[in-house]
C-alpha cells in the first residue's frame, strides 16, 4: 500500500507537466456551449493521479464540476487552479459527499482502507471503480478478487455503492492520447448491476470522450481487469460489440 506525500507529489508534477498548456478555451464548458440540454453534473474523485488527474480534466473539459481529492489535499491547489473554475479540491471523504457520481482511482491495496475512512458515505452512490490489484500496488487483495471477483470485492470494500467498472483496461496515457476522437471513437467497455448507474457512468463515459459499452454486470468484471481479454483492446464500439456478440 501506497502511503505518504513523496510518491504522488512526483505524479502530480507529472501530471500538471500534462496539463501545462491547454489552452482556455479547451476548459470551456462543452455542456454549456451545447445550450445546456444535459445539465452538468458533480463528479467526486477519490485519487486525483494518472487517471483521477486525467478524467478531471476531460469532465472539465465537458462542463462537469470536479472534486479533486487526496488525503493532502493542499498538494491538488495547484492541479485544481490549472482546471479552472469548475474543479475543486477536498478529502476523499468531501469528495465522496460532493459527487452526484463518484470516481475512484486509487491503488487496489487501500480499498480497505478508504472503505473504513469514507464511514459509509459511498453507500448507495454511483461509483465508477478503476482500480486493478497489482502485484506492486494491491498484491494482498488478489486471492480475494481471484476467489469473489473484482466487482464484488471493490463493493465489498468501498461500503456498498452502485458500482460500474469504468476505466479500468487502458493506460491513462491512452485515454488522455485518445479522447474525443475524431469517430470513431474508442470504446469504453463498462459493466454493473445497476442499469440507473450504468445509464449514469455511460453518460460520463461519453462525456469523457468515449463510446460506452455495457459489456454485462459485474460477474464479468474480470473482463476489463488487468490482465483480462479486454485489458489494454483500443477498438471501436461497434467492433467491441460484434466481438463479444452483443447488438
Ligand atoms: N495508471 C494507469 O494507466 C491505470 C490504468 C487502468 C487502471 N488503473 C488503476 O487505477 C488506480 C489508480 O491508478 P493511478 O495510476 O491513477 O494511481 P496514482 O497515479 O498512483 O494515483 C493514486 C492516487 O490514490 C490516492 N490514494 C492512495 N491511497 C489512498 C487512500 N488510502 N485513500 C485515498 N486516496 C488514496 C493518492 O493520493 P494521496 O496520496 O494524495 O491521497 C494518489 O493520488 C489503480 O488501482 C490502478 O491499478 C491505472
Do not use: C
Amino acid at each position: 500500500m501506497e502511503t505518504g506525500r513523496s510518491l504522488p507529489f512526483a505524479r502530480r508534477r507529472h501530471l500538471l507537466g500534462l496539463l501545462v498548456g491547454i489552452p482556455l478555451a479547451a476548459t470551456t464548458p462543452a455542456a454549456l456551449r451545447q445550450g445546456g440540454e444535459r445539465p452538468a453534473m458533480k463528479i467526486g474523485i477519490i485519487g486525483a493521479g494518472n487517471i483521477g488527474g486525467t478524467l478531471a480534466r476531460l469532465w472539465v473539459k465537458a462542463g462537469h464540476r470536479v472534486m479533486l481529492s487526496s488525503r493532502h489535499p493542499e498538494q491538488l491547489t495547484e492541479l485544481a487552479r490549472q482546471l479552472g473554475p469548475l474543479a475543486n479540491v477536498g478529502t476523499p471523504a468531501e469528495a465522496a459527499a460532493f459527487g452526484d457520481a463518484v470516481l475512484v482511482a486509487i491503488p487496489y491495496g487501500s480499498y480497505p482502507q478508504l472503505g473504513r475512512s469514507l464511514g459509509g458515505a459511498l453507500a448507495g452512490k454511483v461509483v465508477l471503480d478503476a482500480g486493478n490489484p497489482t502485484s506492486s500496488r494491491g498484491p494482498e487483495l488478489a486471492d480475494e478478487v481471484r476467489a469473489n471477483g473484482i466487482g464484488a470485492t471493490s463493493r465489498k470494500y468501498l461500503g456498498n455503492p452502485r458500482l460500474v467498472r469504468a476505466f479500468s483496461n487502458l493506460g491513462s496515457g491512452i485515454l488522455a492520447r485518445e479522447a474525443n476522437r475524431p469517430p470513431p471513437r474508442l470504446a469504453m467497455p463498462i459493466l454493473g448491476d445497476d442499469r440507473e448507474a450504468l445509464d449514469l457512468a455511460s453518460r460520463l463515459v461519453s462525456d469523457a470522450g468515449f463510446d460506452p459499452v455495457v459489456i454485462g454486470t459485474l460477474e464479468r468484471a474480470a473482463d476489463t481487469a488487468m490482465g483480462g481479454p479486454l485489458s489494454g483492446v483500443q477498438t471501436t464500439a461497434a467492433e467491441l460489440r460484434r466481438r463479444l456478440g452483443l447488438n
